[in-house]
């Protein structure tokens, strides 16, 4: 059975950091990508971040310079340090693999606000 299990979520003031993490298991093809969206109330979901298993990443331009993509996709995990949160990157951010097919996680809440 095919897990993705995000941890870090939760609430901080703008400015603040979080590092989001997700752990895959249960996935024994080859994993070609691993990233971040994010799904905001009233919006559709979007690319955050991608990292390939050839270490390129993509970043959404709404983040760069603040957030940083990397994984260990021999460990099947991947991670999304945060920075300079502002309120409008409040959303459920989701896991994302790239294997034979795709896979997604149940999501974990950012919520930035004073």
């Known amino acids: 059975q095919v897990q993705l299990v995000e941890s870090g979520g939760g609430l901080v003031q703008p400015g603040g950091s979080l590092r989001l993490s997700c752990a895959a298991s249960?996935?024994?093809?080859?994993?070609?990508?691993m990233g971040w969206y994010r799904q905001a109330p009233g919006k559709q979901r979007e690319l955050v971040a991608l990292?390939?298993?050839?270490?390129?990443?993509n970043y959404a331009d709404s983040v760069k310079g603040r957030f940083t993509i990397s994984s260990d996709i021999a460990k099947k995990t991947v991670y999304l340090q945060m920075n300079s949160l502002k309120p409008e990157d409040t959303a459920v951010y989701y896991c994302?693999?790239?294997?034979?097919?795709?896979?997604w996680g149940q999501g974990t809440q950012v919520t930035v606000s004073s």
């Open positions: 994302n693999v790239l294997a034979y097919r795709e896979y």
């Open positions: 249960g996935i024994y093809s080859r994993i070609n990508a």
């Open positions: 990292i390939t298993n050839g270490g390129r990443t």
